[in-house]
């Protein structure tokens, strides 16, 4: 059974920077797509970013490209999400998610393990 905890969220202001991670167990986090997701309240569950699962290709959603960046380490079957230039609309319950399948995508259904989340607040 696939388990995922995430960590680094918290409280923090317009322009501050944080860094996600996600620790995964129970398959062979090297062969996982991984991705991040985020729901705000009220809102859809939308996606983030994902990376293969090797690391080469990575993709993110428009609001936030140029301003996160993920990563993973194999070695660590960790997954990241540095985050900079945090605006208020960014503030969400972020997820990581991984894929049984080598395919991925930016859809919900691309992913079958998910974590518990982590909240992310950015005051203006």
């Known amino acids: 059974q696939v388990q995922l905890v995430e960590s680094g969220g918290g409280l923090v202001q317009a322009g501050d920077s944080l860094r996600l991670s996600c620790a995964a167990s129970?398959?062979?986090?090297?062969?996982?797509?991984m991705a991040w997701f985020r729901q705000a309240p009220g809102k859809e569950r939308e996606f983030v970013s994902l990376?293969?699962?090797?690391?080469?290709?990575?993709y993110y959603a428009g609001n936030v490209k140029g301003r996160f960046t993920i990563s993973r380490d194999n070695a660590k079957n960790t997954v990241y999400l540095q985050m900079n230039s945090l605006k208020p609309e960014d503030t969400a319950v972020y997820y990581c998610?991984?894929?049984?399948?080598?395919?991925?995508?930016?859809?919900?259904?691309?992913?079958?393990?998910w974590g518990q989340g982590t909240q992310v607040t950015v005051s203006s």
């Open positions: 998610a991984s894929s049984s399948s080598s395919t991925f995508g930016t859809t919900r259904l691309a992913y079958d393990a």
């Open positions: 129970g398959r062979t986090f090297s062969n996982q797509p």
């Open positions: 990376i293969s699962s090797s690391g080469g290709s990575t």
